[in-house]
């Protein structure tokens, strides 16, 4: 992350940048697990955090905290038709992602590990998921691409 574009062009667009400015990419992820398999019916969405500007090897270390768990969506019982359980997850993932608006926009003041005080801005700069998570995501139809125009079938 540190060597893309995308970092660049985004601190560049902000257009008043204070000395000291920067930008906190925010890493998110998701995949349905299991909760329990003594009766093997009951998973949920974990959602978990990062930030790019820690490096790959302090993120994934299981000591560094670098990987913070900030939700658990519940999975919807079978009955609820996939649409219902669409909105239920954006709806879910809204209020979970709530607190990141206000950072966004104006900013906080976070001390950096050299003792500075600097402005931060997160940006959400990826989401990690698999398949299925990326269909809850993009309102996408499982088993179609957005892309292609050929029947599955």
């Known amino acids: 992350m540190w060597t893309a574009d995308w970092w660049w062009k985004t601190q560049a667009s902000f257009p008043l940048l204070e000395n000291g400015s920067t930008v906190v990419p925010v890493i998110l992820g ?16 974990p959602v978990y ?9 302090k993120r994934r270390s299981v000591k ?11 999975r919807c019982p079978n009955g609820p038709k996939t649409h219902t359980i669409k909105i239920a997850y954006q709806e879910s993932m809204a209020t979970i992602l709530r607190p ?19 402005h931060t801005y997160s940006r959400i700069a ?13 309102w996408v139809k499982y088993g179609w691409s957005p892309r292609c125009e050929i029947d599955p079938d």
Not at 32 to 44: F, P, R
Request: glycine share 8%; aromatic share 4%.
């Open 30 to 45: 998701s995949d349905k697990t299991m909760l329990s398999t003594l009766s093997g019916d009951k998973s949920a969405w």
């Open 49 to 57: 955090h990062s930030i790019a500007n820690v490096s790959k090897a």
């Open 64 to 74: 560094s905290n670098g990987l913070i768990l900030i939700g658990l969506l519940p």
């Open 126 to 138: 990826s989401f990690l998921a698999d398949y299925p998570e990326q269909c809850n995501i993009t």
């Open 100 to 118: 990141l608006e206000e950072p966004a926009k104006s900013g906080i003041k976070v001390v950096c590990a050299a003792g500075r005080t600097r």
